[in-house]
């Protein structure tokens, strides 16, 4: 039987877990943390192990968490446009890899760049740094270009989950990796390639 999320557990078994985004909002919700329903997973789970490892109900980002006014794609996108209202859909997206192709044609998009574009826009409007959509233009086309291997994300252990086992399973299929994140989101261990790897021997010599 799964777990619940609870004040009396432990980081590790929490870390053990799996954990979907709205369970982790209504429990954050219930223990009282401050925009629990307009924080991302990642909050979510860092403010929580913070609840965990020191009984402190803190927010755990400085971002705004709430924006008034008209969305900036009804505003009309476009490279001058100054980002205020910023969403995260199809519309911009596309309006981002468009330009991006037409400064960079042929510009090939790398995994988990709109992801870290997200964090940095954040990180600008956060630092009270105004910025306008050529400038997210400009940054998705160099973290694309980029040829060195990105930093792991700290809290991403889906993406570096699929990144390790791909890396490490000869011949494996995107498919493959899917199925054994199943299998590790199920098990009672960090969730990371090397526990599933330790689940998989264990199992085998049973």
């Known amino acids: 039987m799964k777990a619940k999320l609870s004040k009396s557990m432990t980081v590790d078994e929490f870390n053990n877990g799996y954990w979907y985004a709205t369970e982790l909002k209504d429990f954050a919700e219930a223990v009282g943390i401050p925009g629990a329903n ?4 990642d909050e979510l789970e860092k403010a929580i192990k913070t609840l965990l490892t020191t009984g402190a109900i803190k927010s755990p ?12 794609p009804e505003r009309g996108l476009r490279l001058s446009l100054t980002v205020k209202v910023y969403t995260n859909d199809n519309e911009t997206k596309d309006f ?3 330009e991006a192709q037409r400064i960079a044609p042929g510009l090939k998009r790398k995994s988990s760049v709109g992801y870290r574009l997200n964090r940095w826009r954040e990180e600008q409007l956060t630092k009270g740094i105004t910025i306008t959509y050529g400038d997210l233009v400009k940054e998705y086309i160099r ?3 980029a040829e060195e291997p990105f930093k792991r994300i700290p809290h991403g252990r889906y993406i570096n989950f699929m990144s390790d086992f791909l890396a490490s399973e000869k011949g494996a299929t995107r498919d493959q990796a899917i199925k054994a994140w199943e299998e590790l989101k199920a098990l009672d261990v960090p969730k990371d390639y090397r526990s599933w790897v330790m689940a998989r021997g264990s199992k085998a010599k049973r």
């Open 38 to 41: 307009k924080l991302r997973k």
């Open 143 to 145: 973290l694309n270009r």
């Open 96 to 98: 981002l890899d468009r």
């Open 61 to 72: 980002t400085k971002r705004a968490l709430s924006f008034s006014g008209t969305k900036d």
